[in-house]
């Protein structure tokens, strides 16, 4: 992106370099005012004070509070992904079924925990287990954030492996049957393989959202996560801005992780070339899906 | 069923209504300017939108919203409403999240975008700078019409994404559904599973229309190439 200059504008000459450097000045002279504002509004009221920053050089402010918040935060999103890769799976075959009854009820089921907002499921299933349920009130608010996210993320992911399988060819299916194999065992042993190959990159990406909004839990169900720090360490030592800018931050750097996980593995699996999707037809089809998918 | 009547369902879907549609108006106004930055030939200004991009798109929203009323507005004092009356709170609390909505989708509105200026062919900008188009006019009389028209399905994701997300404001304690929803699960209790089944209703009712409508309009303005 950077060094080929793009297509949208002719490599600068004598004129566009200095215009292009009056609009730097000016730019940046707006990014340092608004600075400027932000840094007096925080100086007064004495956010720069070590008082405030302190805190997050002791080691029990992280050992005690932050460290188990990012534990939690990761239990429930690597349990959420886990649980709703299979069921994803899962549902994202049976909307391929050949049998209506099984096609229609999953398809339904699919669209309609993608229409209702994460912090809705979580609210029900929290209710759900409280009422009906024994879980003791430690760890419900737990089981009701993974829950959530299972019954979301797996109907997203139920996209995302619908995607995959229809973005193989039809030769290999066609290959199976003409080899023998019954419908289960082309979808196991050929197709499902496959797809989870061309989709990878995908579901990890996927966990991002899972780690955003595990932090769903910690605002109304009282879950205690890395965010769940902004009421109780600023109750400490009465830091609730730097408090929120570091947990932004750890935030930041666990996505920015997944996320490079993710662009290598998409590098990987198109350097290896030995998936059948041909990556055009691949790109084409789970084009839609992916950004269908509400990764907001 | 009839200690429905008893709650505001109508007032509080209303509420989401509007955080929708006052978030959605300033995400695409932020998101395209965001994007038009991203690909703009000033470095400062590419690195500007890059960076907020990213650290904006990995934050959770929650953490915006709760920011945006603990940082904002207690902890600095930014107020948003001049309102002196008891309604003051609740409207800065309204504007507050508007305000988060506004900054957390307009990233993903720049994104959207940013692909759809992907997907105009070369030749329309190129022929734009032999008609001598400065860079301004060739994203905004060119390249930005196209690229919007081959968006819409994305931006109705966005746009779904954002109707969802609203319920998060219920962190601050804007009025909207998820609050009036988590009320009703705690005093109706033996009536819980209906009562979800009443808000799910609402945001399919909510979802479903606007998805079919920008899915038709997506097609019938697609730029036929």
Known sequence: ?296 | MDFLSNYDLLGAFWTTVQLTFWSAIGALVWGIVLAGMRVSPVWLMRAFATAYVNIVRNTPLTLIVVASSLGLYQALGVSLTTDKTTAALAITNFRLAVLAFVLYTGTFVAEAVRSGINTVPVGQAEAARALGLGFFQTLTLIVLPQALRSVVAPLASVLIALTKNTTVASAIGVAEAAVLMKTMLENEGQAGTLVFAVFAIGFVILTLPVGLLLGWLSKKVAVKR
């Open chain 1, 1 to 296: 992106m950077s060094g080929a200059p793009s297509v949208l504008y002719d490599a600068p000459g004598p004129k566009a370099k200095v215009r292009n450097l009056v609009y730097s000045v000016v730019f940046l002279a707006l990014l340092a005012a608004v600075a400027w504002f932000v840094f007096v509004a925080l100086d007064d009221k004495g956010q720069f004070t070590s008082a405030m920053w302190s805190p997050f050089v002791q080691g029990d402010t992280w050992t005690v509070y932050l460290l188990p918040g990012l534990g939690t935060t990761l239990l429930a999103a690597v349990l959420a992904i886990v649980i709703a890769l299979p069921v994803g799976a899962v549902f994202g075959i049976a909307r391929l079924s050949d049998h209506v009854w099984i096609r229609v009820p999953a398809g339904v089921l699919v669209e309609l925990f993608r229409a209702i907002p994460v912090l809705m499921l979580m609210l029900f299933a929290n209710f759900f287990y409280d009422w009906y349920t024994d879980i003791d009130s430690d760890v419900r608010p737990l089981f009701a954030v993974v829950t959530g996210l299972v019954l979301y993320n797996g109907s997203v992911l139920a996209e995302v492996f619908r995607a995959g399988i229809e973005s193989l060819p039809k030769g290999q299916s066609e290959a199976a049957y003409a080899l023998g194999l019954r419908k289960t065992q082309t979808m196991l042993t050929i197709l499902l393989p496959q797809a989870v190959t061309v989709m990878l990159p995908a579901i990890v990406s996927q966990l991002v959202v899972v780690v955003k909004d595990t932090a769903l839990g910690s605002t109304i169900l009282s879950f205690s996560d890395l965010l769940s720090n902004y009421r109780i360490l600023p109750a400490n030592y009465g830091n609730t801005i730097p408090t929120l800018v570091v947990i932004g931050l750890i935030y930041v750097v666990v996505n920015w992780v997944v996320t490079r996980l993710a662009a290598m593995l998409e590098r990987r699996l198109s350097r290896r070339g030995r998936s059948t999707a041909r990556p055009t037809a691949a790109a084409s089809t789970t084009a839609v899906p992916v950004a269908d998918m509400p990764t907001v």
